[in-house]
């Protein structure tokens, strides 16, 4: 049974930055693509960011150049830096490697 555990969610300032982190139980990391997802209340989940085995990543429109997923595969982690958050940005993140789920970890952008 793969795990996939998230930490680093919390309540934030609009303007301020947190880390996300997700350990795998499969691997290495290094050979499956992951991803990040977030789900807002009421809203489908949606696919926030990724990186392939190669490392590429892709990201959302509303990522783009304030997100940033990290793999650091000697602790079989994958990160997302998220700077500059919005309220928008209110939502449960969860890890994936597209085949399993973790359990999320709750993000809030609030003043």
């Known amino acids: 049974q793969v795990q996939l555990v998230e930490s680093g969610g919390g309540l934030v300032q609009p303007g301020e930055s947190l880390r996300l982190s997700c350990v795998s139980s499969r691997r290495p990391i290094s050979s499956y693509s992951m991803a990040w997802y977030r789900q807002a209340p009421g809203q489908q989940r949606m696919l926030v960011a990724s990186?392939?085995?190669?490392?590429?990543?892709d990201y959302a429109d509303s990522a783009k150049g304030r997100f940033t997923i990290i793999r650091d595969n000697a602790k079989n982690t994958v990160y997302l830096q998220m700077n500059n958050l919005r309220p928008d940005d209110t939502a449960a993140y969860y890890c994936s490697d597209y085949a399993n789920w973790g359990r999320g970890t709750q993000v809030t952008v609030s003043s």
């Open positions: 990186i392939t085995p190669g490392g590429r990543p």
